[in-house]
Every structure is written in C-alpha cells, then in structure tokens.
T-cell receptor, first 115, second 113 residues
Framework: KAGVTQTPRYLIKTRGQQVTLSCSPI?????VSWYQQTPGQGLQFLFE???????NKGNFPGRFSGRQFSNSRSEMNVSTLELGDSALYLC??????????????FGPGTRLTVL | DQQVKQNSPSLSVQEGRISILNCDYT??????FLWYKKYPAEGPTFLIS?????DKNEDGRFTVFLNKSAKHLSLHIVPSQPGDSAVYFC????????????FGKGTKLSVKP
C-alpha cells in the first residue's frame, strides 16, 4: 500500500499570505489528523477529520482551518500567515478500527517557511 | 503543562548494546501509547504501540514496557544498530480523543559503530 502523501513538500510564503496544504491518506484510512512541528513546541495537534467532519480541534487560532473530501483526502489552510507559522506540517491517517484509539501513520510533511 | 515527557534529550549507545528510551506521562486517562522514530526532513515512522491493558509488547528488536502505577513507559532496542540513530518520540492518547496524539519532545539516539 502506498503511504500518506503530502503536497507540496516545501513552500515559501510571505507574511499576510494564505496557504493550502494537501494530504492523501493511506487507501482505506478514513481519519486524517494534522500536526504542526516546531523546534520549540514539538509536535502539536491541529485537528482531525473523519467522514468529512471535523471531530476534534487543538489549541490553534481560527486562521488554521481544514476540510476533508469524500475520498478522505484532506486539505489544511492557513490564512494571514505570520512568521511564527513557519514549521513542518504533518498529516497522519488511521483506519479507525476502534473508536478513539488508533495507530496513526504519518506523511513526510510540508515544510512551510514564512518570510 | 507537558502531559508526556521525555526527560533525556539525547542518548548515545554502542552498536550491539541495549538502548533504553524513557517516557513519563501525567494524564491517567491515557490508555494507548506509541513510539515513533523520526529522521530529519521525514515524517515520524510508527515503531510499536501498547495498550494500557498490557505491560509489555514485543516486535523484533523493539520492546515497549508500560508501568501504569508509575505512569512510565520505556522502549528497549536490542541489539542497537547504527541505522537506529534517529529521534524517538513517545506519544499517548485517550479513548475518544479522536485523532489527538500527545507527543513528548523526543530523544535523539546515536548508535556508534
């Protein structure tokens, strides 16, 4: 099976712009979670989608949003970019065999740099 | 407040010896624990997991031990190989948490030939 794929792998944007990142989960996986990784804060949960619905959201401002399509592919959007949004954004998918307890498999990430 | 702590930022081990990576947690609601390995510029790779109903899980060279009373888990790698050199993350989740894995800050393991 192909793994989780994320596009693009690298992005450079300037402050105030917006950005959309894409994630294709492992075939058959219905849950997609997004994480932000920075040197100072480590890996932090952004949100999780299942069957096109956001089921859980981390402690991030409303500038961070996402959606999931009927084929389980997901996108996340960051509007009005700030310098502090520079990070590695990771997408993870899971099969949801048991409610709330599942192994997540990560993609390679999108490295976003905000200038 | 960090709910999952990996107190050793780095660990150096000789090839062939045992590597022991430790992780502590504070939330008693956590009932599923995972270890991931991460190379630079790549996403975390799942290694092994353990449910709170067990105290040990083994997969090849990797064994995870869970001590619920101490809220402590550890990953043992035996024997350690140079290719194991990476950053190791401990993660935890609670039933019903819906996709929210809580990660430690990671431990960088260096296995020297």
């Amino acid at each position: 099976k192909a793994g989780v794929t994320q596009t693009p792998r690298y992005l450079i944007k300037t402050r105030g712009q917006q950005v959309t990142l894409s994630c294709s989960p492992i075939s058959g996986h219905r849950s997609v979670s997004w994480y932000q990784q920075t040197p100072g804060q480590g890996l932090q949960f952004l949100f999780e989608y299942f069957s096109e619905t956001q089921r859980n959201k981390g402690n991030f401002p409303g500038r961070f949003s996402g959606r999931q399509f009927s084929n389980s592919r997901s996108e996340m959007n960051v509007s009005t970019l700030e310098l502090g949004d520079s990070a590695l954004y990771l997408c993870a998918s899971s099969p949801v065999k048991r409610a709330g307890v599942d192994t997540q498999y990560f993609g390679p990430g999108t490295r976003l740099t905000v200038l | 407040d960090q709910q999952v702590k990996q107190n050793s930022p780095s660990l150096s081990v000789q090839e062939g010896r045992i590597s022991i990576l430790n992780c502590d947690y504070t939330n008693s609601m956590f009932d599923y624990f995972l270890w991931y390995k991460k190379y630079p510029a790549e996403g975390p790779t799942f290694l092994i997991s353990i449910s709170s109903i067990k105290d040990k899980n083994e997969d090849g060279r990797f064994t995870v031990f869970l001590n619920k009373s101490a809220k402590h888990l550890s990953l043992h790698i035996v024997p350690s190989q140079p290719g194991d050199s990476a950053v190791y993350f401990c993660a935890a989740s609670a039933s019903g948490s819906q996709g929210n894995l809580i990660f430690g800050k990671g431990t960088k393991l260096s296995v020297k030939p």
